[in-house]
C-alpha cells in the first residue's frame, strides 16, 4: 500500500512494550476445504458449506474411520503423534475432537495429563474430585484440566486468586520458561488451596500442570475451532473422496504429508488417479476430477520445469478432438518443453512411451548430428528405442513430477527380490507383541518432538501402508549415517502394541537407498 511501511518485530519485544499482539491464522484447510466443496457442487450439483456439515451433527462412518487413525490430509489429526492418539482417545462425537485436538500437545503432555486422562475416560481410574466447585471446572475432561481456561477457572475456584490475578497467572503461564514470573505464584496457589482444605499434593500437582501449559497449551476456545475444521475434513474424505484429495493437492504446499503420499493414500481410499495427459491435462491446477467417475486426473502444474506461458499457449491451441502426434505440438512449444513433458510421460495417448518420445523430439531437432543425412542415418520411424522398465519408470516419475502413478518401489525391489525378508505395513497386526521384525520402506517423515526426550519418530511407507518407528537417541548416535540420510530404509526391531497402535522399536538401521530396481 502507498505511504505504509511494514516492520518486522519479535513478538516477546512486543509484549514487553505493552503492544497488542493479534494471531491472523492462514489456515490452508481453509482453502482445501474450499475448493473440495466448490468440486462437489461442479460435479453432483450439491451446495455444501463447513455450517451444513459441522450443522448436520456426528457421523458415526466418519468418527469409525477416525478411530482407526484414518487421518492422512484431515487437519489438526494428521500428524504422527495424532494418528497414535486417535485409537486411544476413540473419538465419538464432536467435543471428543475437540479434547484429541488439545491433548496431543507439549502442555498436556508435560504435566502428566494424558494417561491419566485415557484411563478415566475409558473406566480404568476413579474419577474424583475434591469439591463440588473442582467438579465443575473439570467434569467434562474426568477431572483433568485439558485447556488453559480450566487451569484459569482453577485457580480462582480452589485458591482464590481475583480475575485479575488470574489474568496475570495466564500470562505468566505463556512466557515462565523466558522470564520465571510463575514461581512467584506458586506459594500464593498452594496456600491458597491449602486454606481451602485441598491438600497439598492436590496442589502441587496442579502447580506442575500449570508449567507443562507453559510449553504449549490449548485454550478449549481455540481447539473448539479448530475441531469445526477438523470434523469437516474428515466428513468430505469419507463422503467425497476424490473430491477431498484433489482439493488437497491443489491446496499444496500445507499439512504433513507430500503430493506422492497423497496420492498413494488417494488410491487405497478407492480414487483413480490418472497420468498427466497432453489432451486432458490442464494448468491451473494440479489435478482435476473427471467427470462421472471418482477420479483424479494430473495437472501440467505438478510437471517440474514447465514454463505457464508455454503450456497455456499449448492448451489455447488444443484442437477439440486433441492433439495427434508430437510433431503437431513442434510449432507451438520449444524442444526444451516437450522433452519435460515427454520425462513426465504425458504423451501415451500417442501410444509411445517417454524413451522413444523423447527420441524423436531429439532426431527431429536440427541442430543435434543425428539430424545430418550420414550413412547412418535412418528415418526416425524406423528406429524404436526398447520401452523402460517398470524400475525406470518410476525414476523418471519422481524425478519429474516427485510422485509415480506405477507400482511402488518397494513393491518393484520386492520382484527383484532385492530387499531380502520383510513384513510388510498391513501384515504387522499379526506379529505379537514383543517379537523381533523386520520392515522395510521409504523414509517418508522424520519428527523429533521437543517433548520426547530425544526420541525420533520415523514413518517408513511401503506398497501397503505406512510402518511408524520410534528410534531412541542412544540408536540414532551409534547409527547416524542410515538414520539421517536414509531415503530408502531396513530396520530391524521390536514390535509393541498398544490396543490398536502399532510402532517399531528401531535395532539395527540399514540404509537401502542405493539398490536398483
Same mark, same amino acid.
Given at each position: 500500500?502507498?505511504n505504509?511501511s511494514?516492520?518486522?518485530?519479535?513478538?516477546?519485544?512486543?509484549?514487553s512494550?505493552?503492544?497488542?499482539?493479534?494471531?491472523i491464522?492462514s489456515?490452508?484447510?481453509l482453502?482445501?476445504?474450499?475448493?473440495?466443496?466448490?468440486y462437489?457442487?461442479?460435479? +453432483?450439483?450439491?451446495?455444501?458449506?463447513?455450517?451444513s456439515?459441522?450443522?448436520?451433527?456426528d457421523?458415526?462412518?466418519?468418527?469409525?474411520?477416525l478411530?482407526?487413525?484414518?487421518?492422512?490430509?484431515?487437519?489438526?489429526? +494428521?500428524s504422527r503423534?495424532?494418528?497414535?492418539?486417535?485409537p486411544?482417545?476413540r473419538?465419538e462425537?464432536?467435543?471428543d475432537?475437540?479434547?484429541?485436538?488439545?491433548? /496431543?500437545?507439549?502442555?498436556?503432555?508435560?504435566?502428566?495429563? /494424558?494417561?491419566?486422562?485415557?484411563?478415566?475416560r475409558?473406566?480404568?481410574?476413579?474419577?474424583?474430585?475434591?469439591?463440588?466447585?473442582?467438579e465443575?471446572?473439570?467434569?467434562?475432561?474426568?477431572?483433568?484440566?485439558i485447556f488453559? $481456561?480450566?487451569v484459569?477457572?482453577?485457580?480462582?475456584?480452589?485458591?482464590g486468586f481475583t480475575? !485479575?490475578?488470574?489474568?496475570?497467572?495466564?500470562?505468566?503461564?505463556?512466557?515462565?520458561?523466558?522470564?520465571?514470573?510463575? &514461581?512467584?505464584?506458586k506459594?500464593?496457589l498452594?496456600?491458597?488451596?491449602t486454606?481451602?482444605?485441598?491438600? @497439598?499434593?492436590?496442589?502441587?500437582?496442579?502447580?506442575?500442570?500449570?508449567?507443562?501449559?507453559?510449553?504449549?497449551?490449548?485454550p $478449549?476456545?481455540?481447539?473448539?475451532?479448530?475441531?469445526i475444521?477438523?470434523?469437516?475434513?474428515a466428513w468430505?474424505k469419507t463422503?467425497?473422496?476424490?473430491?477431498?484429495?484433489?482439493?488437497?493437492?491443489?491446496?499444496?504446499p500445507?499439512?504433513?504429508?507430500?503430493?506422492?503420499?497423497?496420492?498413494q493414500d488417494?488410491?487405497?481410499?478407492?480414487?483413480?488417479?490418472?497420468?498427466?495427459?497432453?489432451?486432458?491435462?490442464e494448468w491451473?491446477?494440479?489435478c482435476?476430477?473427471?467427470? !462421472?467417475?471418482?477420479?483424479?486426473?494430473?495437472?501440467?502444474?505438478?510437471?517440474?520445469?514447465?514454463?505457464?506461458?508455454?503450456?497455456?499457449?499449448?492448451?489455447?491451441?488444443?484442437?477439440?478432438?486433441?492433439?495427434?502426434?508430437?510433431?503437431?505440438?513442434?510449432?507451438?512449444?520449444?524442444?526444451?518443453? *516437450?522433452?519435460?513433458?515427454?520425462?513426465?510421460n504425458?504423451?501415451?495417448?500417442?501410444?509411445?512411451?517417454r524413451?522413444?518420445a523423447?527420441?524423436?523430439? *531429439?532426431?527431429e531437432?536440427?541442430?543435434?548430428?543425428v539430424?545430418?543425412?550420414t550413412?547412418y542415418?535412418?528415418?526416425e520411424?524406423?528406429?524404436r528405442?526398447p520401452?523402460?522398465t +517398470? !524400475?525406470e519408470?518410476?525414476?523418471?516419475?519422481f524425478?519429474?513430477?516427485?510422485?509415480?502413478l506405477?507400482?511402488?518401489p518397494?513393491?518393484l525391489?520386492?520382484?527383484a527380490q532385492?530387499?531380502?525378508?520383510h513384513?510388510?505395513?498391513?501384515d504387522?497386526h499379526?506379529?505379537?507383541?514383543?517379537?523381533v521384525? @523386520?520392515?522395510a520402506g521409504?523414509?517418508?517423515?522424520?519428527?523429533?518432538?521437543?517433548t520426547?526426550?530425544?526420541?525420533?519418530?520415523?514413518?517408513?511407507?511401503?506398497q501397503?501402508?505406512?510402518?511408524?518407528?520410534?528410534?531412541w537417541?542412544?540408536t540414532?548416535?551409534?547409527?547416524? &549415517?542410515?538414520?539421517?540420510?536414509?531415503?530408502?530404509?531396513?530396520v530391524?526391531g521390536?514390535?509393541?502394541?498398544?490396543g490398536?497402535?502399532?510402532?517399531?522399536?528401531?535395532?539395527r538401521l540399514?540404509?537401502?537407498?542405493?539398490?536398483e530396481?
Amino acid at each position: 500500500m502507498p505511504n505504509r511501511s511494514v516492520i518486522q518485530w519479535d513478538k516477546d519485544d512486543l509484549e514487553s512494550l505493552g503492544l497488542l499482539k493479534v494471531d491472523i491464522l492462514s489456515l490452508g484447510m481453509l482453502t482445501a476445504i474450499r475448493k473440495s466443496l466448490s468440486y462437489i457442487e461442479q460435479l +453432483e450439483g450439491k451446495t455444501l458449506s463447513i455450517a451444513s456439515i459441522a450443522g448436520a451433527g456426528d457421523d458415526e462412518k466418519v468418527y469409525k474411520r477416525l478411530q482407526k487413525g484414518d487421518s492422512v490430509g484431515v487437519f489438526q489429526i +494428521e500428524s504422527r503423534a495424532q494418528m497414535n492418539m486417535l485409537p486411544r482417545m476413540r473419538p465419538e462425537s464432536y467435543y471428543d475432537l475437540v479434547v484429541q485436538i488439545a491433548i /496431543v500437545r507439549p502442555g498436556p503432555i508435560q504435566g502428566d495429563m /494424558v494417561h491419566p486422562y485415557l484411563r478415566r475416560r475409558w473406566g480404568q481410574e476413579i474419577v474424583r474430585y475434591p469439591s463440588p466447585e473442582v467438579e465443575k471446572v473439570l467434569s467434562r475432561t474426568f477431572g483433568v484440566p485439558i485447556f488453559q $481456561e480450566q487451569v484459569i477457572q482453577l485457580a480462582m475456584v480452589a485458591a482464590g486468586f481475583t480475575g !485479575g490475578e488470574a489474568d496475570q497467572l495466564r500470562r505468566a503461564m505463556a512466557a515462565w520458561k523466558r522470564s520465571g514470573k510463575l &514461581t512467584k505464584f506458586k506459594n500464593k496457589l498452594v496456600e491458597g488451596m491449602t486454606a481451602r482444605g485441598y491438600s @497439598t499434593d492436590f496442589a502441587d500437582r496442579l502447580f506442575r500442570q500449570i508449567q507443562g501449559f507453559g510449553e504449549y497449551g490449548f485454550p $478449549e476456545s481455540h481447539s473448539a475451532s479448530f475441531a469445526i475444521l477438523a470434523y469437516v475434513s474428515a466428513w468430505i474424505k469419507t463422503y467425497h473422496p476424490a473430491a477431498f484429495y484433489c482439493g488437497l493437492l491443489n491446496s499444496q504446499p500445507m499439512g504433513f504429508y507430500s503430493a506422492s503420499q497423497l496420492v498413494q493414500d488417494a488410491s487405497k481410499h478407492g480414487v483413480i488417479c490418472l497420468p498427466v495427459c497432453i489432451n486432458k491435462s490442464e494448468w491451473q491446477h494440479k489435478c482435476v476430477l473427471e467427470k !462421472g467417475k471418482a477420479a483424479i486426473r494430473l495437472g501440467f502444474r505438478i510437471v517440474k520445469g514447465l514454463q505457464i506461458e508455454k503450456i497455456e499457449k499449448l492448451i489455447m491451441h488444443r484442437p477439440l478432438s486433441g492433439y495427434g502426434s508430437v510433431a503437431e505440438l513442434k510449432t507451438i512449444i520449444s524442444n526444451q518443453q *516437450l522433452e519435460t513433458l515427454a520425462s513426465a510421460n504425458v504423451f501415451q495417448v500417442f501410444n509411445t512411451d517417454r524413451y522413444n518420445a523423447r527420441w524423436h523430439i *531429439l532426431d527431429e531437432c536440427s541442430s543435434l548430428p543425428v539430424h545430418e543425412k550420414t550413412p547412418y542415418y535412418q528415418d526416425e520411424d524406423s528406429i524404436r528405442l526398447p520401452s523402460p522398465t +517398470e !524400475g525406470e519408470n518410476t525414476l523418471e516419475d519422481f524425478a519429474s513430477m516427485g510422485l509415480t502413478l506405477g507400482q511402488h518401489p518397494i513393491a518393484l525391489l520386492d520382484k527383484a527380490q532385492k530387499l531380502g525378508k520383510h513384513c510388510l505395513a498391513k501384515d504387522l497386526h499379526k506379529v505379537r507383541h514383543g517379537s523381533v521384525v @523386520t520392515v522395510a520402506g521409504l523414509v517418508t517423515c522424520r519428527q523429533r518432538p521437543g517433548t520426547a526426550s530425544g526420541v525420533t519418530f520415523i514413518t517408513l511407507e511401503d506398497q501397503s501402508g505406512s510402518i511408524n518407528l520410534v528410534v531412541w537417541q542412544s540408536t540414532a548416535r551409534a547409527q547416524n &549415517t542410515p538414520f539421517i540420510s536414509a531415503k530408502l530404509l531396513k530396520v530391524r526391531g521390536i514390535l509393541e502394541r498398544h490396543g490398536d497402535v502399532i510402532h517399531v522399536i528401531a535395532g539395527r538401521l540399514t540404509d537401502m537407498t542405493w539398490l536398483e530396481f
